[in-house]
């Protein structure tokens, strides 16, 4: 019982996910994402609580997932270069595994009420500080030069805008992606 | 008379931006812009015609304008990283200067009803169009290396993502921040 309550949230986040992707969060009525999951207004509401609550988990659960994964790339024995590709692969395929929910996340963030948005937020802010954490690592190691903090955030720019444009099945795997992006940007960050 | 009509109409748009910026396009009422102008809400119409079309401008103009400029820059006979480094502070220059409308083009312009979000987007695959010319030209001159052509969305996504970050007022100018996006750049496509 648990479980299959635990799978209609699933089924829930990742349908409400969908249509706030498509129409925005606040273009899209609570009745529609009823209508998706075939569910009724108060089951759902049953479920998720609020509309309010339903984005905040659609937002925080992916980036989380992102964030523990991160802090387990970086906890391990290897060179910042590394730690950075592992990073980058690891950027690139949540956000083509869960496109809608990131895109969802890059938008619609700021209509989260307080606390919840801090929240958000601040698992965005860590995954940053996992970063620049190895990238400050490169720099003490003697393998990148001194950089200014603004390229951490232009880094994580790079791959976190590809959520306008990357597609499941393109040309490039989320991978292959990531692997160019990095041939670019760690040959301009390396000492030299 | 035609001044104060165009005045009046900028000061709208500069007003719906900022409203749209905030609390997303679906979640501003035009009564809420015509709150903020001033003006009421049938004279409001009168200048804007639509909600729609309110969008279109408001994402458009500022897109149209950098275009202008970016297409000015890559016609001038200098080499292919000072172009670069050109169209650089330019994109972040105008994501600085206008920021609530960029805020808009690229969290809303999904909201935009064909054929004026084809429009829109034209504006933006003409500028990326734009970078990768200037990116070719570099290639062809020996001073760039043969690049995948997903490296032009990273690099123009390392601009465009600052839309999240960037203050008007912050610790480095927009130009300055451009440069040391430039500095990682242009060490990372250089041939070696």
């Known amino acids: 019982m648990a479980v299959r309550?635990?799978?209609?949230?699933?089924?829930i986040r990742r349908a409400a996910a969908r249509l706030f992707a498509k129409k925005g969060y606040a273009g899209t009525g609570v009745e529609e994402?009823?209508?998706?999951?075939?569910i009724g207004r108060g089951a759902l509401y049953h479920h998720i609580?609020?509309?309010?609550?339903?984005?905040?988990?659609?937002?925080?659960?992916?980036a989380l997932e992102a964030l523990e994964e991160a802090e387990r790339i970086v906890a391990e024995p290897i060179g910042?270069?590394?730690k950075l590709r592992r990073l980058s692969r690891l950027t690139m395929r949540t956000i083509a595994a869960q496109l809608p929910e990131w895109t969802v996340f890059f938008r619609d963030i700021?209509?989260?009420?307080?606390?919840?948005?801090?929240?958000?937020?601040?698992a965005r802010d860590a995954f940053e500080q996992?970063?620049?954490?190895?990238?400050?690592q490169g720099v003490a190691e003697g393998t990148f030069r001194e950089l200014d903090p603004i390229v951490v955030?232009?880094?994580l720019g790079m791959h976190n805008y590809a959520h306008v444009w990357i597609r499941l099945r393109g040309r490039l795997t989320?991978?292959?992606?990531a692997d160019e992006f990095c041939e670019v940007l760690l040959s301009g960050i390396r000492a030299t």
């Open 5 to 11: 309550r635990r799978n209609q949230k699933v089924r």
């Open 33 to 38: 994402i009823s209508r998706a999951v075939g």
């Open 110 to 122: 700021g209509a989260l009420r307080q606390p919840l948005r801090r929240e958000a937020l601040a």
């Open 49 to 62: 609580g609020s509309k309010d609550r339903l984005l905040f988990e659609i937002v925080t659960l992916p």
């Open 130 to 136: 996992v970063w620049a954490g190895a990238i400050a």
């Open 153 to 155: 955030k232009g880094m």
């Open 174 to 177: 989320p991978e292959q992606i």
């Open 80 to 82: 910042a270069e590394e």
